[in-house]
């Protein structure tokens, strides 16, 4: 056993970035270090074909380097499929901060991240992710203009997630309307799983619709909060054998993963964590053949993406609520899709977006 494991981290150092799992042919990673401030940063860009990679800064305590990196990795990835199934010009790229965003984060060390950002010429623009808000977003405007999700007071779109959450919410009510016939959320059981600025404006969608809510975080303290504002359950136990009807994952990636799958007992899968297949090509045929709605993640989540879009084309609130409302017909076309080919949903979506990627390509070649 000790071998395999020794083999695995050996072959990591062998191939250290173009050798990562989580590596597609991405154009550019830049790692970011600054000694004076403590800052360190990975940028992954992806793909341009579309337009300048777009897409937000995560600052979390990754247990290893390569965590960092994979992260980096896969969510640089979805974001270019995101931006292109969403009709955005835009490509993919997301960065990641290595530490602990309660305690590590300042401004100096925001300041430096942004003058990271700003070398980059634009091709890369930034925004907040899972650690970040509008704050810092608008202390990263101070060094660089290649950053969204500043605060209104400022000439941005303000905070994107309950843009985030109303987008979920309605790639929920397609899915739900594909499985059960109906898209009234009204009596059914849903686990919210994380509820951060996301997992909260969802939760509160779900209990406006009369839906019965439970909610699961690591973090007691919102657990205690959120329930008591909205008058929902907190679920102590292992939230993947909920006895649910839709499973919403709010939290962090992979949690569908070998581990958890053949427990998930709800009947659709639909929240707004990017990369919840921790493996898109084995775990969604697993949820399909266990005839779990599963919509896709890169897809549903995209109301942010739409939101800060905003701040680089100059659209007002009317029409980001109506793009982001639009997540419902693309949900249930997609899935409908993927029943008639008799392919996954994620790869469903994926396709449809690879190709406006590769037919941009071409156009870009003319
Ligand atoms: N904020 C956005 O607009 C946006 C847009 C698209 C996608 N997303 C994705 O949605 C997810 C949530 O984003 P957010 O902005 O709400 O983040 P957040 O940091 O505000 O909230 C995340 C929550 O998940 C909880 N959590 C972490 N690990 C957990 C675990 N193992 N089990 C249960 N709970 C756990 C945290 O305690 C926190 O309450 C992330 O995956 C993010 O990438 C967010």
């Known amino acids: ?27 550019q990673v830049v790692f970011c270090n600054d000694k004076d401030t403590g800052l360190k940063a990975i940028i992954g860009i992806h793909n341009t074909v579309l337009g300048p990679a777009l897409g937000g800064t995560r600052m979390w ?13 896969r969510l640089s990835r979805g974001m270019t499929f995101k931006s292109a199934i969403t009709g955005l010009n835009l490509g993919g790229g997301k960065a990641v901060i290595i530490g602990d965003a309660k305690t590590q984060k300042t401004p100096e ?14 091709k890369y623009i930034t925004a907040e992710d899972v650690g970040m808000d509008t704050e810092d977003m608008d202390i990263v405007r101070e060094v660089t203009p290649y950053v969204t999700g500043i605060s209104e ?27 059960f016939g109906s898209d009234d959320l009204d009596g059914k059981k849903v686990l919210v799983q994380g509820i951060g600025h996301v997992g909260e404006a969802l939760v509160e969608h779900l209990t406006n619709e009369g839906a019965i809510v439970y909610i699961s975080d690591i973090n007691p303290t919102r657990l205690e909060e959120v329930s008591a504002k909205y008058g929902v359950t907190i679920y102590t136990e292992d939230p993947y054998d909920a006895e649910v009807d839709i499973y919403a994952p709010c939290a962090l990636g992979a949690t569908i ?27 969604g045929l697993l949820l399909q053949e266990r005839g779990i709605v599963y919509a896709p993640d ?14 680089l084309e100059g659209y007002g609130k009317q029409e980001i609520i ?27 979506a994926l396709k449809i977006a690879q190709q406006r990627i590769d037919d941009r390509k071409r156009e870009n070649l003319k």
């Open 61 to 73: 305590n990754y247990n290893s380097e390569w965590d960092a990196l994979n992260d980096a990795l």
């Open 298 to 311: 890169f897809l549903i989540n995209a109301g942010g993406i739409i939101n800060v879009y905003a701040e």
């Open 109 to 122: 060390l925001m300041r430096k991240f942004g003058e990271f950002v700003h070398s980059l010429s634009g």
């Open 322 to 348: 109506r793009k982001t409302e639009n997540i419902y017909n693309t949900t249930l076309e997609i899935l409908k899709t993927a029943e008639a080919q008799s392919i996954t949903t994620h790869h469903a």
């Open 1 to 27: 056993m000790q071998v395999d494991v020794l083999a695995a981290e050996d072959l990591k150092k062998t191939a250290p970035v173009f050798g990562q799992l989580s590596f597609d042919n991405h154009e």
């Open 153 to 179: 007071s400022k000439g941005g779109a303000g905070n994107p997630s309950p843009i985030t959450a109303y987008g979920v919410f309605m790639g929920m009510k397609a899915a739900a309307k594909y499985k």
């Open 257 to 283: 993963n070998n581990e958890t799958i053949h427990r998930i007992k709800a009947k659709v899968v639909a929240g707004a964590a990017n990369n919840q297949l921790q493996n898109e090509n084995t775990h």
